[in-house]
């Protein structure tokens, strides 16, 4: 009889609670969407349907609100619909978003303590020490090391259309490969050859990083929503899939460098300059590390570890996706197709025929392109932030008060046709000056204001060289029917469900697009 009546108190308790839980929206005066008790706007992820990502899209398409309040499984939050006050919490009022709230413990699990995920006065100066390695003319230096790349591309695809037939790839799996080797070589300054050995650490931490696992689902969840409980998992002794791994591979690159004294034009030997003197030297012709005692050394083995794990991670699947689905829609537009090989011939032709980066830098219409991609396919569907002080909505009597977490989803603000006219329509025109016609302040691919992703221009790079290097070497043929390309349920970037099926035909004569 007692262990009855303790269960019915027990189940009483837990219905009082999450009524109250998910009143929280209600009781502050905010208009809210209806909650799936316990598992708030993310039922559709618990019911394998919708990914993070598109969930949250889906909560963004159900109100015409500004602003509403929407639940996180037990955790509230806001989310952000008007894209002018999404970019002003973002630039003009930063000061009360200035974090995001995620998991980081630097002293007990250094891999944690990323950019992406510092606080404070802790990430703006990190930030403002890796600003420096991100400048026009690193990039420049490292350019060659891509292109390297880039053969491997066309060598690999080469051999996989010998002859002038057309041919089908699965271009998401293409890019995938070149978006490794690529950061490997830019960012580790490691040869790396996904295309012939597709079983390279590179490629297995990447496996282990976004396998769909039961572990990868729960850490994931617990590290964007509540810190804390990952802090308690990784303190148990279950460090997240790949972060292991990845620290022992850049301690390892670290000592063979400094024991034989070598120096790479990458993102690694920008690092161990930081690490040895204390800053990135701002001559680009300068790529030297200097060292100096241990006990004065500004920055960790592992520092660099989380930082490098950071740009792999997000690094290779946005450069993937992005120019995997640049490629697509150009096979579905062929307008666009013929503007954009004639912006790459004109370019090539001003350039004597060489694709260096001041020619990829030429090709304006590509940027424009890789401009409209980004939009209709944001490499990170959302945003996210955490209310640091009391922070009163404009043009409301509503006050969002310190720690609620803010949701913006960019994936809803990009597609929305009060911002971007014919949202699914693949038009890079709309971000031209002469027939701009879009709303500036709701274009946040890489994120906005002091927060924005730190490596943006080295992705686009990556990205233009790979599109580039394409459409001078090959034909895309068009489909003849369009079709929007469909996502999985799993992970929080947008992943395209059965890849991205292009066909190709090689050219009779390379060297022009």
Not at 83 to 100: C, E, G, I, Y
Not at 306 to 330: C, R
Not at 400 to 406: A, Q, R
């Amino acid at each position: 009889m007692f262990f009855v009546l303790f269960l019915l108190t027990a189940v009483a308790l837990l219905y009082v609670y999450l009524k109250w839980n998910f009143s929280f929206w209600d009781r502050k005066g905010f208009i809210s969407i209806q909650a799936a008790i316990p598992f708030g706007v993310l039922d559709s992820v618990r019911r394998n349907k919708r990914s993070f990502g598109l969930a949250i899209y889906d909560a963004y398409n159900a109100t015409t609100e500004r602003f509403v309040g929407i639940y996180l499984t037990l955790r509230p939050a806001l989310l952000v619909r008007d894209a002018q006050l999404a970019h002003d919490m973002l630039v003009k009022d930063f000061a009360s978003f200035h974090d995001r709230g995620i998991y980081i413990d630097e002293v007990h699990d250094p891999m944690s303590a990323s950019i992406f995920a510092m606080e404070g006065s802790k990430w703006r100066a990190t930030r403002t020490k890796l600003t420096p390695s991100f400048t026009s003319g690193k990039l420049k230096g490292m350019f060659p090391t891509a292109e390297d790349c880039s053969e491997k591309l066309l060598a690999y695809l080469n051999k996989k259309l010998p002859d002038a037939s057309a041919g089908e790839v699965d271009m998401k799996s293409v890019m995938a490969s070149y978006a490794i080797d690529i950061v490997a070589s830019t960012i580790f300054g490691l040869d790396v050859d996904s295309f012939t050995d597709p079983n390279n650490e590179f490629r297995q931490i990447s496996k282990e990083v976004n396998a769909p696992t039961i572990k990868n689902i729960i850490r994931g969840a617990t590290s964007f929503l509540y810190p804390g409980l990952e802090k308690i998992f990784n303190r148990l002794g279950s460090p997240i899939d790949g972060t292991e791994r990845m620290r022992k591979l850049v301690h390892r690159t670290i000592a063979y460098r400094e024991e034989n004294n070598i120096v790479r034009r990458d993102l690694l030997q920008l690092l161990l300059q930081l690490r040895n003197t204390g800053k990135v030297n701002n001559d680009d012709s300068v790529w030297s590390a200097e060292t100096t005692a241990e006990s004065l050394k500004s920055m960790s083995k592992d520092n660099i570890a989380a930082q490098l794990f950071l740009f792999f991670v997000a690094g290779y699947e946005t450069s993937a996706a992005t120019a995997s689905f640049t490629l697509y829609e150009l096979a579905q537009n062929p307008d666009v197709l013929v503007k954009l090989r004639e912006d790459i011939n004109q370019a090539l032709e001003r350039h004597n025929g060489q694709l260096t980066y001041d020619c990829i830098q030429d090709m304006k219409y590509l940027e424009l392109c890789v401009m409209e991609t980004t939009r209709k396919y944001p490499g990170l569907p959302l945003l996210n932030r955490i209310c640091t002080k009391d922070y009163p909505l404009p043009d409301s009597k509503l006050v969002v008060k310190k720690g609620t977490p803010i949701i913006i989803s960019l994936l809803g603000i990009h597609r929305d046709k009060e911002y971007f006219p014919q949202p699914l329509t693949y038009q890079p025109e709309r971000f031209a000056e002469e027939t701009r016609n879009y709303t500036p302040a709701a274009y946040m691919p890489f994120g906005e204001g002091p927060r924005h992703c730190i490596a943006a221009r080295m992705g686009k790079m990556n990205v233009k060289l790979a599109v580039a290097k394409i459409l001078t070497n090959f034909n895309l043929e068009a489909r003849l029917e369009k079709r929007e390309i469909e996502f999985t349920v799993n992970g929080v970037p947008l992943l395209p469900k059965g890849g991205v099926p292009v066909k190709l035909t090689k050219k009779a004569k390379c060297g022009t697009a």
